[in-house]
T-cell receptor, first 111, second 110 residues
Framework: GENVEQHPSTLSVQEGDSAVIKCTYS??????FPWYKQELGKRPQLIID?????GEKKDQRIAVTLNKTAKHFSLHITETQPEDSAVYFC??????????FGAGTILRVKS | NAGVTQTPKFRVLKTGQSMTLLCAQD?????MYWYRQDPGMGLRLIHY???????AKGEVPDGYNVSRLKKQNFLLGLESAAPSQTSVYFC?????????FGPGTRLTVL
């Protein structure tokens, strides 16, 4: 089955700097890669996703890149703000199938 | 729309007790899922359903049962709770790829 590894487990950045979180997956048939943000005590919420027919996707300060050959994808947050502090989860799935999540990255943005 | 709701929000059980967690969604989604979230382990899929009347095992199904008698509801049961089932439980639903999560249930088993 699918296995998703996520790094780093914790990341501290200064406000205004960029943050990058990386994930690798094992199943080459996976074709959907979402990123979820979870604030303390809250539910996970989708912030961006990418499908395997696309190499990069941007939405304001966040972007996701996908390298199908290497089977890894990354989340990029630019101009970080204190409200970006949260736990971020990557996941992978085959269309119509269940998501497999990474273990999560705790992002701390220091002001 | 309320989206995805879960009841109860918190519960404390003694070892061996049983309980049922209820998940409801008003988005007419076909797919529903139950996850557990433990520190440092992300979200792990317990059971899921691809439609009314169907259920399937996920990554960590042991000790849990589920039912999907109505399209909008997905029930998670613990027949004999164990301390290892102390966790935060999230329900989710989806129409296609994007999953929408409920607010979670924090369960403690003593």
């Amino acid at each position: 089955g699918e296995n998703v590894e996520q790094h780093p487990s914790t990341l501290s950045v200064q406000e205004g700097d960029s943050a990058v979180i990386k994930c690798t997956y094992s199943d080459s048939a996976s074709n959907y890669f979402p990123w979820y943000k979870q604030e303390l005590g809250k539910r996970p919420q989708l912030i961006i996703d990418i499908r395997s027919n696309v190499g990069e996707k941007k939405d304001q300060r966040i972007a996701v890149t996908l390298n199908k050959t290497a089977k890894h994808f990354s989340l990029h947050i630019t101009e970080t703000q204190p409200e970006d502090s949260a736990v971020y989860f990557c996941a992978a799935s085959k269309r119509g199938n269940k998501l497999v999540f990474g273990a999560g990255t705790i992002l701390r943005v220091k002001s | 729309n309320a989206g995805v709701t879960q009841t109860p929000k918190f519960r404390v059980l003694k070892t061996g007790q049983s309980m049922t967690l209820l998940c409801a969604q008003d988005m007419n989604h076909e797919y529903m899922y139950w996850y557990r979230q433990d520190p440092g382990m992300g979200l792990r899929l317990i059971h899921y359903s691809v439609g009314e009347g169907t259920t399937a095992k996920g990554e960590v199904p042991d000790g849990y049962n589920v039912s999907r008698l109505k399209k909008q509801n997905f029930l998670l049961g613990l027949e004999s709770a164990a301390p290892s089932q102390t966790s935060v439980y999230f329900c989710a639903s989806s129409k296609a790829d994007e999953q929408f999560f409920g607010p979670g249930t924090r369960l403690t088993v003593l």
